[in-house]
């Protein structure tokens, strides 16, 4: 069955929400989500929107902010665009029905201070603004007659001819048939590929299903090989997604061993204070040399009341799983968190293909670089999302070709779930072991050998069986998999989020990495 829209979004996160908004004055819109329509990566998000609006604040001072921490690789017409847009952003997200928390309770927004940022430049909504922001978008998205929302759908593949984009097959995971819908435009808003690690602090969703239709259907990608990780996520088979925040070491929580033995001060002499990265790989090497599959976090030494009043949130969610902080060591891990790359395109989110745009994540503007600064995602969701939007409405055409149907005639049923299950576990631990925080290149070449093994089975697979979910999310996550590989073993040095032990110093000059599938 072929379905007709204007506009296709994939994906129901801020950057996807915002274009909705944007263009439903004009079109018809379709928002395929793989779950629920707030389940991504914004609704997880605990900080804040980083925007200039301090009189002591500048423009001048966030770009700079911005380029120091991206490490050489941002690129600054990116950066300017997106800072310069942000005091709008703030205001669009506002008129959207976004609160944030305001200074004593007046009128104006409370603004924090994040690691990079020179001043108090961080919009938030208490400590869940991506809640807020999600949810408030999702209420505007679901009341608007010109956007209809299919959940629980999930893109297997882009249709394109002549270089331009006309659709995409659809998988309907409740009724597991497919549909083929066809577009004037399609926007990638599939959030990052965070999923192909072992330890994740993203949702289920983030299995790079954006990156992986972009590259199969012919465009670049760039600097893959750049995946953040936070330092201190909970260490629990049911804990999925929940961070130990930092702030916890800034009021004298310390890193030990499985052992009880403290380490962070042979790697730095701020110990546990260490930049986030030090941080990082610090409890990367010790894993690696013990074997263990965590270290501890202990802040058991601080008074009992004292932990309780300033973690409250924290204390709580840790009793539940067993574990409490005010008597005993949280068991820890290091979980990525962010992909700073991803599909190349330019200041209005085109791709390569005509009629095909990636935003927020999903994208690579230049804004990031070889690292991101805090608070600075969820503005580029909305400032690239906008722009994106104004291009389309710019430069639709009406005129359309057809589009063929989905065609499974030559494909049977699959008897048994086993390959899906194993590859899937196999793949992200070969992840996380081989092209984690500290890579190597003999750890990198033997990643790219047995990522190989594992993408001829799927490859395989897809000619013979009938696509279910699991396995198109395994499918995307392989793909992706092996591209953040080949783009690390490009890069000969370590700069920003990517550390290889064989190549540590720097180069004089930074340059971005570009795979294309031409």
């Known amino acids: ?14 950057a996807g929400l915002t274009a909705a908004i944007e263009l439903s004055d ?32 500048s423009t001048q001072s966030h770009i700079e902010d911005t380029l120091k921490v991206g490490d050489g690789l941002c690129d600054e017409k990116a950066v300017e665009f997106c800072i310069e847009n942000g005091k709008e952003a703030i205001q669009w997200l506002q008129n959207n029905g976004v609160v944030f928390t305001k200074k004593n309770n007046a009128s104006d927004l409370h603004l924090t201070q ?20 999600s949810d408030s978008l999702a209420g505007k998205v679901l009341k608007n007659k010109n956007i209809k929302i299919l959940e629980n759908h999930l893109a297997i593949d882009l249709i394109v001819k002549n270089n331009k984009c006309l659709g995409a097959y659809v998988f309907n995971k409740n ?47 760039e600097n893959m090989e750049f995946n953040q990780f936070h330092p201190t996520c909970l260490f629990h088979p049911d804990a999925k997604s929940f961070l130990i925040s930092e702030a916890l070491r800034g009021e004298g929580a310390i890193l030990k061993t499985t052992s009880g033995i403290p380490f962070m001060k042979k790697y730095n002499s701020k110990a546990d204070l260490a930049p986030r990265d030090i941080v990082a790989r610090s409890i ?45 060591p949280i068991p820890v891990v290091p979980a990525a968190h962010y992909t700073c790359g991803g599909i190349l395109t330019d200041l209005k989110g085109q791709t390569d293909i005509k009629s095909l745009y990636a935003i927020g994540e999903t994208s ?81 070449k033997k990643a790219k050998d047995k990522m190989k093994l594992i993408k001829n089975e799927v490859q395989e697979f897809y000619k013979n069986f009938e696509v279910t979910s699991d396995f198109l999310e395994l499918r995307n996550l392989v793909q992706v998999s092996e591209l953040i590989i ?22 004089k000059k930074a340059s971005s990495t570009i795979i294309s599938p031409k």
């Open 486 to 507: 080949d783009s690390a073993i490009k890069r000969k040095e370590s700069r920003g989020l990517h550390y290889n032990i064989d190549y540590p110093k720097k180069l």
């Open 364 to 444: 690579s503007t230049g804004l990031h670089g070889a690292n991101r600064m805090a608070s600075n995602s969820l503005l580029e969701c909305v400032v690239f999302a906008k722009a994106a939007a104004q291009d389309i409405k710019e430069n639709f055409s009406h005129n359309r070709k057809s589009i063929p149907e989905w065609d499974d005639s030559k494909v049977i049923k699959a008897g048994e779930n086993i390959l899906i299950n194993h590859n899937w576990d196999a793949s992200r631990r070969l992840m996380w072991n081989y092209v984690g925080i500290v890579r190597s290149n003999d750890r990198l």
């Open 284 to 328: 990367d090497n010790e894993m690696k040399v013990s074997g263990k599959d965590n270290v501890l976090l202990d802040i058991s030494h601080k008074p009992s009341k004292e932990i309780k009043n300033s973690f409250p949130s924290i204390h709580k969610k840790c009793l539940e799983y067993g574990f409490d902080i005010t008597k005993s």
């Open 26 to 57: 004009s079109f018809k819109i379709t928002v395929i989500s793989k779950n629920q329509i707030i389940d991504s990566s914004t609704w997880y998000a605990q900080g804040g929107i980083a925007a200039v609006l301090a009189e002591e604040d």
């Open 175 to 221: 009724k597991e048939n497919v549909l083929s819908i066809s577009a004037g435009a399609i926007i990638l808003a599939t959030g990052g590929a965070s999923k192909a690690y072992l330890y994740t602090s993203n949702p289920d969703g983030a299995s790079g299903d954006g990156y992986a239709l972009a590259w199969r259907a012919g465009c670049r990608l």
């Open 114 to 133: 994040e690691g990079g940022h020179s001043f108090r430049r961080v919009v938030h909504a208490a400590d869940a603004t991506g809640r807020e922001v």
């Open 1 to 14: 069955m072929v379905i007709k829209t204007d506009i296709l979004i994939i994906g129901s996160g801020a």
